[in-house]
């Protein structure tokens, strides 16, 4: 399944059993010698909430959250009859999040609206090397070069700099340069933003643990977070990237903020694993 490409590829820990998802991760992700993937994505019940979901990036290592996976978790749960109802609540290393599936015409999820909770704004909460008070178009230079940075915690870390012109920026080289700054202990997520007016917006994201990726829902939702705190966006946008658009909307400090975007299923398949 995909949120506006940003793939991965889905467990039901229901019907089958993951012994070694990171090694598992890294196996399925190879886009030659494996399905193809960002990532792999464990789908359970919970005690606490409708579903679990545990995220493993294309590198093996786990992540708190990821906004595209987690509507493509509320589809999976509601069409395949592990939820009965179209407000659904998934447990996350980041905590709970409330969705509400929005159905078609045919009674298929077309697209989920996720309460993707309050942003947290401290810098060391993000976490990040820069004490407790939030970083907000703050210069910070990562290997000779200074980027105006906003940090915002949606589950997982991101870096948010606005830029002119978003073709002109190296992605790929910049990207795991601030990714892998010892000044974020966990690594980051890097969002590179052009404003095309207060309520659109491009962006390009390097994934942690996945390199760039055709979206990002935590980092649209950060973007957002950034462009309000800065005067650049409104507090309903659109943030479009690679793969698709997602509407995006925050009141503010100490609000909820909502995210709304499509979830596709591409293929079901059957997977061979072999042992050394």
């Known amino acids: 399944m995909h949120g506006i490409g940003n793939d991965y590829v889905y467990v039901n820990l229901t019907e089958e059993e993951v012994q070694r998802p990171a090694e598992l991760a890294r196996k399925i992700s190879d886009r030659h010698f494996g399905i193809g993937a960002d990532g792999l994505v464990l789908i359970d019940r919970s005690e606490k909430a409708d579903l679990s979901m545990r995220m493993f990036n294309a590198d093996g290592s786990e992540s708190e959250m990821c906004?595209?996976?987690?509507?493509?978790?509320?589809?999976?749960?509601?069409?395949?009859?592990?939820?009965?109802?179209?407000?659904?609540?998934?447990?996350?290393?980041?905590?709970?999040?409330?969705?509400?599936?929005?159905?078609?015409?045919?009674?298929?999820?077309?697209?989920?609206?996720?309460?993707?909770?309050?942003?947290?704004?401290?810098?060391?909460?993000?976490?990040?090397?820069?004490?407790?008070?939030?970083?907000?178009?703050?210069?910070?230079?990562i290997e000779g070069q200074t980027f105006l940075a906003t940090l915002v915690n949606m589950g997982n870390p991101h870096f948010v700099t606005f830029v002119d012109d978003l073709d002109r920026i190296d992605v790929k080289t910049w990207g795991p340069r601030i990714e892998g700054s010892s000044l974020f202990p966990n690594r980051i997520n890097v969002e590179f933003v052009e404003v095309l007016s207060p309520t659109h917006a491009r962006q390009r994201t390097w994934e942690r643990g996945s390199g760039e990726t055709a979206a990002c829902g935590t980092g649209a939702s950060a973007t957002l977070v950034a462009g309000l705190l800065t005067g650049r966006l409104e507090k309903h946008s659109t943030i479009e990237l690679i793969g698709g658009k997602l509407q995006i909307a925050w009141e503010g400090r100490n609000h909820p903020l909502f995210m709304t975007g499509p979830a596709v299923e591409v293929f079901q398949g059957t997977l061979e694993i072999t042992t050394p």
């Open 67 to 141: 906004g595209n996976a987690i509507r493509c978790v509320a589809k999976y749960g509601y069409e395949h009859g592990l939820v009965q109802t179209t407000h659904v609540s998934v447990d996350t290393l980041a905590g709970l999040r409330e969705l509400e599936v929005q159905l078609d015409d045919w009674g298929r999820v077309d697209s989920v609206r996720v309460n993707m909770g309050i942003p947290e704004l401290s810098a060391n909460r993000i976490p990040s090397t820069f004490g407790s008070d939030p970083m907000i178009d703050t210069p910070i230079e």
